[in-house]
């Protein structure tokens, strides 16, 4: 891992709150670097980052949010594949969501 406490320290709370933020161009600027974050952290900071967005998932009551949680688990998929069982379940949890736009 390249800088483990920048990372832990600045980059991973931008990009959380970017994907929590009110304006969709910014939610989707973040979504988009996802991948390269992967290939870059590796599989400690995915494992962490993706229970972190099913908390987001299971807790926050903002769909924008929740929806941005789902297009980031996709594109930790697309970056590795070895956390598509972990981010499907986590989908198939958000199906019985009462929003249909996450449903």
Not at 13 to 22: A, G
Not at 62 to 74: P, V
């Amino acid at each position: 891992m390249k800088n483990p406490d920048l990372f832990k320290q600045k980059l991973e709370p931008m990009i959380t709150s970017y994907l929590k933020d009110r304006a969709s161009a910014i939610r989707v600027a973040a979504i988009e670097r996802i991948q390269e974050l992967v290939k870059v952290y590796g599989s400690n900071w995915c494992n962490t980052f993706i229970d972190r967005l099913g908390d987001i998932l299971a807790k926050d009551p903002c769909f924008h949010f929740k929806l941005a949680a789902i297009s980031t688990i996709r594109e930790i998929i697309y970056a590795n594949d070895q956390y598509l069982e972990k981010g499907i379940n986590l989908i198939f949890q958000a199906s019985s969501e009462n929003v249909p736009n996450v449903r």
